[in-house]
């Protein structure tokens, strides 16, 4: 898979490659009558993008196999428009996308096998959480000018859109995870941020001490590290208690937010200097990553003593920022230095 730097397109791929959360998107906001069709038991991931390169700072994607419920199979294809404003051709690229995915199904016949006459049927959904309503056109041919009877010469795609600006929080549906998920991208942009976060974290107190929970506290706040500057100290304090009322829990916030903090000054200090794009985001990775070992070590040593210091030996500065990320809650979740250096192996 590519390279990715943009972080909403990083979040998207990064929750959303999960089969479990995808098939729980894919129920709760498809029509009824076409999620009835498909066995989402039977969804997995491709590897490919279909999205152009020049287009790439605007969209993401993923495409899935899924079974349907006649023992055939369909594509469901993820458009993710993560910038703040409307692309009012968005369905024009959509079937771009769409027309890739047909062509490498057609060249996907065994050699020398008959080729297809047939093409799997595609459902192209739109995932926007861009600040303001989705007001651009909804189908290709609301962008097709000309007389009523010219136009009825051009392809029609409507695809199914998700538009988190038009939701409230109580209309965000499906399992636990899913909803802190489209509840964060949504107020990602938005002031308030740091205000709602605590009551989003906190419905993953009803998954407390499962892996998926820590691992989408992870990815959220590395999503909010790099993406916002709204989230005060305070707020970030409230927000992770919430999420975590467990050992460590409050000292965990506190150094939390400090990496949060070092990473965003760090990260545009190296901005300013570099004076583009790959030198903000090349800044904002080491300052991250630089918090990151600072807080380990300081919720080690407070919580194991000496102890807790001495095993940060153990711990390769080379390490990646998601496998700093985990340490990090596992030091805040370990009953024991024993316990912690566990989780190194």
Known sequence: MRDISNPHDRFFRETFSRPDIAADFIANYLQPDTARQLDLDRLELQSESFVDDELRGRHADLLFSVGLVDGEHAWVYVLFEHKSYIDPMVTLQLLRYILRIWDREKRAAPEGGQPARSL??????????????????????EIIDGPAELRAFGPELTPTLVDLSGYSESEIVGDVLLRVILLVMQSIRRRDLGQRLPSILSLLRSLAGQESALGCLQVVLKYV??????????????????????????????????????GRQEGRQEGRQEGRQEGRQEGRQEGLHAGLLNAIERLLEDRFGGAGKAAMAEIRSDQSLDRLYEILLHAGRAESIEAFRETLR
């Open 120 to 141: 799997r049927p595609i459902i192209p959904i739109v995932l926007y959480h861009g600040s303001r309503p989705w007001k651009s056109a909804r189908r290709l041919s």
């Open 225 to 262: 590290a790099v993406s916002s500057s709204s989230v005060s100290e305070n707020e970030l304090r409230q927000a992770m208690r919430a999420a975590q009322p467990e050992p460590g829990g409050d000292v965990m916030p506190t150094l939390v937010e400090q990496w949060l903090e070092q």
